[in-house]
């Protein structure tokens, strides 16, 4: 597990499909929330899960800002986990955006509605391009608090030792809105991502 | 074996709401999780209105998520943390849960289907009442060690860590605001004499009963707490040095004229106030504030107990012989 790499067509291929499944979910969030998406090229990396607890902390420095997590699997092996994170002074306008009448739902309430929406839409888009089709658990607040998620991932990450990160940032212009996606893959699920892949590869 | 026969005694016996509508939001199906709980029967319902047989349900909040899931064909949440219950169903815990209806966590999914032109949407209800109990539970819990964090164990008053901070807090307030603030720092008098009168038990009576007593004394605002042993302190804010010494007063009259009852021996007890203003030229720091208060009731005692003396602005008490 240690010497999880991908190949230069393996990473490729990968960043294609990330790129089109990105391409795919702007689309769709764009209709539905009547907004224009700006999207940056996902950057996808083999990280130390080690790494990550500080790399999150360090992007949020001094920051109020809320985490919400979201499980994914699918057939094959692939599974992983979609971390979406807030600036808090971002959170109130996602009111706006969705309609939402303020009184009615609750700040977190809003922030697992949007974040399953970006979450899912593109890891729909995702699934497509390889063929499969993903199941989701339900997302979760982890915090809106930086100090107990820095510690929530310290203790989670000593389970596994690499994983494949993708980042992605949304940015929906009228609203001055913008949040990160994380969406994690653990070793594991690496492998059988490469298997597929590699079929994939194969067919061209 | 044919799988499909599995599926309707499986869906009967499913400890899980399932619920299918339509994209007019008419049901399609239910299953006997909610038949039973709903008390209503899927003959009955059928291709009615989700909203016309459950009255109660949020309309607006749950059509947009419905909408989001046909619009983009990705399943919709809700967790019974954010919102309690979408459906107001009766629980299988009436007698060990505080809650009336039955928590739900909820997922919303199109269902994926080539046999018909119109898309289904599925509704799944799983009871969260236990999750929901204990997590209420978990938040009284914490609720109460917060306050045990706080608290002097004997005197129930402000424990000194936790005033001390407050304290901190305040100078930071007053000098933002230019708002004036004092501090009474009190001690009772010849407290040793007492302990060995009354025994410890008796001393630590007499500080249950003192603090109780001046607590009903003071404004909501005043911040009383424990400084240790038989000294308390109370942060007065918005008060300027002439308030505070009205209050050091009240308070030295109050508990003079106080007495307490223990085994049948009535007791009294006086107090020594030192009682100062917050000067931000002086008070750089919270314990320096707190010196002067201790070197006003320092005085308080040389001048022969039973009073409260005031730190004047400039910081030097006039000696009385």
């Known amino acids: 597990m240690s010497q999880l790499t991908f190949t230069e067509d393996q990473r490729d291929a990968l960043q294609e499909i990330i790129n089109i499944a990105m391409g795919l979910a702007s689309d769709k969030l764009a209709r539905f929330l009547n907004t ?56 109130h306008k996602i009111a706006a955006l969705l309609g939402y009448d303020v009184n009615d739902s609750s700040e977190m309430e809003m922030l697992t509605d949007i974040s399953a929406i970006l979450t899912t839409t593109f890891l729909n888009g995702l699934a497509e391009q390889i063929a499969n089709s993903l199941s989701y658990n339900a997302p979760r607040v982890l915090s809106s608090r930086q100090t107990d998620v820095i510690i929530g991932l310290r203790n989670t990450s000593c389970q596994w030792a690499h994983a494949l990160k993708v980042d992605i940032s949304y940015q929906l212009v009228d609203h001055s809105f913008n949040c990160d996606m994380v969406l994690l893959i653990p070793g594991e699920a690496v492998v059988h991502l490469q298997h597929i892949l590699d079929r994939l590869l194969d067919h061209y | 074996m044919e799988l499909r026969l599995l599926s309707s005694p499986v869906l009967a016996q499913l400890n899980s709401g399932v619920l299918v509508i339509d994209s007019d939001f008419r049901i399609q199906y239910l299953n006997a999780f909610i038949e039973r709980h709903a008390n209503v029967s899927l003959a009955a319902v059928r291709h009615q209105s989700l909203f016309r047989v459950f009255a109660d349900l949020p309309e607006a909040w749950l059509k947009r998520k419905l909408m989001s899931v046909l619009d983009l064909k990705t399943p919709a949440f809700s967790s019974y943390e954010q919102r309690q219950y979408i459906f107001k169903l009766p629980h299988l815990r009436p007698v060990t849960s505080s809650s009336a209806y039955m928590a739900q966590n909820c997922t919303m999914f199109l269902l994926e289907q080539q046999l018909m032109d119109k898309p289904l949407i599925c509704i799944l209800i799983e009871d969260a009442t236990d999750a929901f109990v204990y997590q209420q539970h978990l938040n009284d819990t914490l609720h109460q060690l917060e306050i045990a964090n706080r608290q002097d164990g004997l005197t129930k008053v402000y424990n000194r860590r936790y005033w001390e901070e407050q304290l901190q807090h305040e100078l930071l307030r007053a000098q933002r605001y230019q708002h004036p603030l004092s501090l009474l720092l009190f001690d009772l008098d010849k407290f040793k004499d007492l302990n060995d009168r009354y025994g410890h038990l008796g001393g630590d009576f007499v500080l249950v009963e003192l603090a109780a007593f001046i607590r009903t004394l003071l404004r909501d605002s005043d911040v009383f707490g424990r400084y ?89 008490i006039a000696k009385t012989p």
């Open chain 1, 36 to 91: 224009f998406v700006y999207l940056q090229v996902p950057a996808i990396a083999l990280v130390a899960a080690s790494d990550i607890p500080e790399e999150f902390a360090k992007r949020y420095q001094d920051q109020e800002s809320a985490l919400v997590s979201q499980g994914f699997f699918g057939n094959e092996g692939v599974r992983g986990e979609a971390i979406v994170l807030y600036r808090m002074e971002n959170a």
């Open chain 2, 228 to 316: 240790g042993g038989e000294e308390f302190g109370i942060i007065l804010p918005e008060t300027p040095l002439s308030g505070a010494m009205e209050v050091a007063q009240r308070i030295c009259a109050a508990v003079a004229n106080y007495s307490m009852l223990f085994h049948q021996q009535t007791i009294r007890v006086t107090l020594s106030m030192g009682v100062c203003q917050f000067d931000s030229h002086v008070h750089t720091r919270h314990d320096a504030f707190i010196r002067d208060a201790d070197v006003a009731l320092y005085q308080a005692k040389r001048n022969g107990r039973n009073q409260a003396v005031a730190m004047p602005l400039s910081g030097v």
